[in-house]
């Protein structure tokens, strides 16, 4: 059976809560599936489509998203004021996570230890969500609409702490599977009346939808840190470019108020990241680093270009790249992950400290050896 008859199966059981969480990228791509331009204005017509289909809930994956930025920054400013394995590497792409833990396997201290936003709100639904509602874990199915097949692995491989679920996510749908769903279920896609997402897990920042294109994660992820270590000062929006567009690497540095300037890199696709991970071993090996913190996503583009979607040719990833960045401009209420109002309500009434023991055993994963395992 494939996954769209999964999904359909456990819609069709009603003694199941199914939830659903849409990852940015996908937003914007999947009305290229329905002959129109990728756009930041199908956010709405997404929501409702999948409550069309039947899902109980629709939450934001960029919710996700955030929280993995307050997680992994703190991390971040963690290591470099009291030290630890530096530079730290992002670890949201799984496609990238799985090359590196194979490839690399010394390297895997420097790949943070935080789950991607995928995972995270597949945990918080299946408990934040769950004791807000009265359910149990294991009564909830959570399906993830996403841009590529490695986040089906994430899915299953990866594994939970979470009493009577068998997985923080259950089932992926790429970008393409939800369009063939939506047709195969005869509904007019672009007759939707757009919808909203449900609250408690549906409010996110601007800097979330980032995630999706490359430099994202690095932009959300400084901006936090640099708010931390600068004692409350925001980071200004950067002016200039610092994505590598599609395939490359770019570096540059922020001063932080520490000693020496914050050193950053933005790394794209397979063969820069290979470069990246042998130019860090060979600093280590040689007891020096000329960088502190590296986002690796592996699809040329980012997730935008991830090969759940409808097509990469690189002008249309760069079209959808856009539409992200507008994502980013429109969200004027909440830019950045660490502003979130209800980020921090999710802290204060249940996980308590960043990083904190609730914190870790939700929101961070066990170790890389379970990867390892699944990829002999
Ligand atoms: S960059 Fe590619 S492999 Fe990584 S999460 Fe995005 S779509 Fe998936």
């Known amino acids: ?15 199941k809560t199914v939830i659903a969480q849409t990852a940015p990228s996908v937003r914007v791509t999947v009305c290229e599936e329905f002959g129109s331009e990728p756009s930041s204005e199908e956010t709405g017509r997404v929501v409702a489509a999948l409550r069309k289909l039947g899902f109980d809930n629709v939450f934001d994956t960029d919710f996700g998203a955030d929280v993995t930025v307050v997680e992994e920054s703190a991390e ?13 590497f992002t670890s949201c792409c799984p496609g990238w996570t799985r090359f590196c833990v194979k490839a690399f396997p010394e390297l895997n201290e420097h790949l943070s230890g935080v789950k991607s936003p995928q995972q995270i709100v597949g945990a918080l639904t299946k408990t934040y969500f769950a004791e807000k509602t009265g359910k149990k874990a294991g009564e909830i199915f959570v399906v993830g609409v996403m841009p590529c097949y490695s986040k089906k692995l994430e899915s299953r491989e990866e594994e939970t702490e979470i009493p009577g679920a068998k997985q923080d996510v259950d089932f992926i749908l790429t970008t393409k599977d939800f369009a063939k769903l939506i047709k195969q279920e005869g509904i007019d896609y672009h007759s939707l009346e757009p919808d909203s997402f449900d609250e408690l897990l549906g409010t996110a920042s601007g800097a979330s939808t980032l995630f999706a294109g490359t430099g994202g994660v690095m932009e959300s992820v400084v901006r936090a840190a ?53 130019r860090v071993l060979k600093e280590k090996k040689e007891g020096g680093r000329t960088i502190d913190f590296i986002e690796v996503l592996a699809c040329r583009g980012g997730c935008v270009g991830g090969p759940g979607q409808p097509g990469n040719d690189p002008q249309q990833v760069a079209k959808r790249a856009f539409g992200l960045r507008d994502l980013d401009a429109e969200n004027t209420r909440v830019r950045n992950a660490h502003q979130n109002p209800d980020v921090k309500k999710l802290y204060r009434e249940f996980l308590g400290e960043t990083g904190g023991e609730k914190a870790h055993k939700l929101l961070h994963r066990k170790g890389t050896q379970e990867i390892l395992e699944t990829l002999k």
Do not use: H, Q, W
Request: glycine share 12%; net charge negative.
């Open 1 to 15: 059976m494939d996954d769209i008859s999964f999904v359909k199966e456990v819609l069709a059981d009603k003694s």
């Open 76 to 88: 971040l400013v963690r290591r470099l004021r009291e030290g630890g394995a530096l530079p730290v």
């Open 226 to 278: 640099y708010y931390e270590l600068m004692g409350g000062k925001e980071l200004l929006p950067f002016v200039e470019d610092r994505r590598p567009g599609y395939g490359g690497t770019k570096e540059f540095t922020i001063e932080v108020g520490l000693e020496k300037p914050l050193r950053v890199a933005v790394v794209n696709g397979y063969d820069e990241a290979r470069k990246m991970c042998e």
